[in-house]
C-alpha cells in the first residue's frame, strides 16, 4: 500500500497544530517528524516534548525519525511522547541490534534508516527484526535538498533481499521526493514515501498529495 508522509520539517512551525490538521485533511497517511541533534546531523530541530505535543492534535500515525547520537538513552522519551513507527540510524549506534530491539519491546513499530553512502550489508543482520527500512535520498540534516538518484538501485536491492527472505518490511524513501520522481522510486520498490518541501511549498496540500499519491501508484 503506498503511504505518503508528509514532514513536517517544512511546515510552518509558528503554526503547527494547523499545519497538522491541514496535511491529514489532505489525505497525509502518516506524519513525519525530524528530530535532529546537532552532532549526528548539522542541524537541530526538536524533541520529545514537541512530538509530545504534536502526538495530542495528530490522528495519524506519528513516524518519528531520530537523527541522533547517541540514540538508546532517548528510545524511551520518543516512545513515550507518542511515536508509531521510531526509526534510528544504523550510523548512529554501535549497539544496532540492541537499540532495535529496545524500539521492538517498547512497542512502537521498528525503524531503520541508512544514510546514502552505508552499505546495505548492514541490514543483513537486523532486517528480520524491522517493519521499514528508510532509505536516505539526501544525506540527513536538512530539507528541500534534491534527490539522489543512486538511492534508486539501493531501493531495488532492499526490495530483493526482503522478498527473497519472504519478510514483510515496508521501504520508505525520505528526501527529495517530488512529483516528478516519485513514480521510479515506486517501481524501484518503495511504500512510504516522505515528503517535505514538495508538500509544504505548495498552496494546496491536497492537490499535492493526491498527485503523489497517483504518480506512485501509475
Ligand atoms: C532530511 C529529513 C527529511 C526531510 C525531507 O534529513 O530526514 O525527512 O525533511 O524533506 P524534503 O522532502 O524537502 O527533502
Ligand atoms: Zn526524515
Same mark, same amino acid.
Request: some cysteine; glycine content about 8%.
Given at each position: 500500500?503506498?503511504?505518503?508522509?508528509?514532514?513536517?520539517?517544512?511546515? %510552518?512551525?509558528?503554526? /503547527?497544530?494547523?499545519?497538522?490538521?491541514?496535511?491529514?485533511?489532505?489525505?497525509? %497517511?502518516?506524519?513525519?517528524?525530524?528530530?535532529?541533534?546537532?552532532?549526528?546531523?548539522? #542541524?537541530? +530541530?526538536?524533541?520529545?516534548?514537541?512530538?509530545?505535543?504534536?502526538?495530542?492534535? =495528530?490522528?495519524?500515525?506519528?513516524?518519528?525519525? /531520530?537523527?541522533?547520537?547517541?540514540?538508546?538513552?532517548?528510545?524511551?522519551?520518543?516512545?513515550?511522547?507518542?511515536?508509531?513507527?521510531? +526509526?534510528?540510524?544504523?550510523?548512529? +549506534?554501535?549497539?544496532?541490534?540492541?537499540? /532495535? #530491539?529496545?524500539?521492538?519491546?517498547?512497542?512502537?513499530?521498528?525503524? /531503520?534508516?541508512?544514510?546514502?553512502?552505508?552499505?546495505?550489508?548492514? $541490514?543483513?543482520?537486523?532486517?528480520?527484526?524491522?517493519?521499514?527500512?528508510?532509505?536516505?535520498?539526501? #544525506?540527513?540534516?536538512?530539507?528541500?535538498?534534491?534527490?539522489?538518484?543512486? =538511492? $534508486?538501485?539501493?531501493?531495488?536491492?532492499?526490495?530483493?533481499?526482503? +522478498?527473497?527472505?519472504?519478510?514483510?518490511?515496508?521501504?520508505?524513501?525520505?528526501?527529495?521526493?517530488?512529483?516528478?520522481?516519485? =513514480?521510479?522510486?515506486?517501481?524501484?520498490?518503495?511504500?512510504?514515501?516522505?515528503?517535505?518541501?514538495?508538500?509544504?511549498?505548495?498552496?494546496?496540500?491536497?492537490?499535492?498529495?493526491?498527485?503523489?499519491?497517483? #504518480?506512485?501508484?501509475?
Amino acid at each position: 500500500m503506498i503511504q505518503i508522509a508528509p514532514s513536517i520539517l517544512s511546515a %510552518d512551525f509558528a503554526r /503547527l497544530g494547523e499545519e497538522i490538521h491541514a496535511v491529514e485533511a489532505a489525505g497525509a %497517511d502518516l506524519i513525519h517528524v525530524d528530530v535532529m541533534d546537532g552532532h549526528f546531523v548539522p #542541524n537541530l +530541530t526538536i524533541g520529545p516534548l514537541v512530538v509530545e505535543a504534536i502526538a495530542r492534535v =495528530a490522528t495519524k500515525p506519528l513516524d518519528v525519525h /531520530l537523527m541522533i547520537a547517541p540514540v538508546e538513552v532517548y528510545i524511551p522519551a520518543f516512545v513515550k511522547a507518542g511515536a508509531r513507527i521510531l +526509526t534510528i540510524h544504523a550510523e548512529s +549506534t554501535i549497539h544496532l541490534d540492541r537499540a /532495535l #530491539n529496545l524500539v521492538r519491546e517498547s512497542g512502537c513499530q521498528v525503524g /531503520l534508516a541508512l544514510n546514502p553512502a552505508t552499505p546495505l550489508c548492514n $541490514l543483513s543482520s537486523v532486517l528480520h527484526l524491522l517493519d521499514v527500512v528508510v532509505v536516505m535520498s539526501v #544525506n540527513p540534516g536538512f530539507g528541500g535538498q534534491s534527490f539522489i538518484p543512486h =538511492a $534508486l538501485h539501493r531501493i531495488k536491492s532492499i526490495r530483493r533481499m526482503i +522478498t527473497e527472505r519472504g519478510l514483510n518490511v515496508s521501504i520508505e524513501v525520505d528526501g527529495g521526493i517530488k512529483p516528478d520522481n516519485i =513514480a521510479e522510486a515506486a517501481k524501484a520498490g518503495a511504500d512510504i514515501f516522505v515528503a517535505g518541501s514538495a508538500v509544504f511549498s505548495q498552496p494546496d496540500y491536497g492537490a499535492v498529495i493526491r498527485t503523489l499519491r497517483a #504518480n506512485a501508484s501509475a
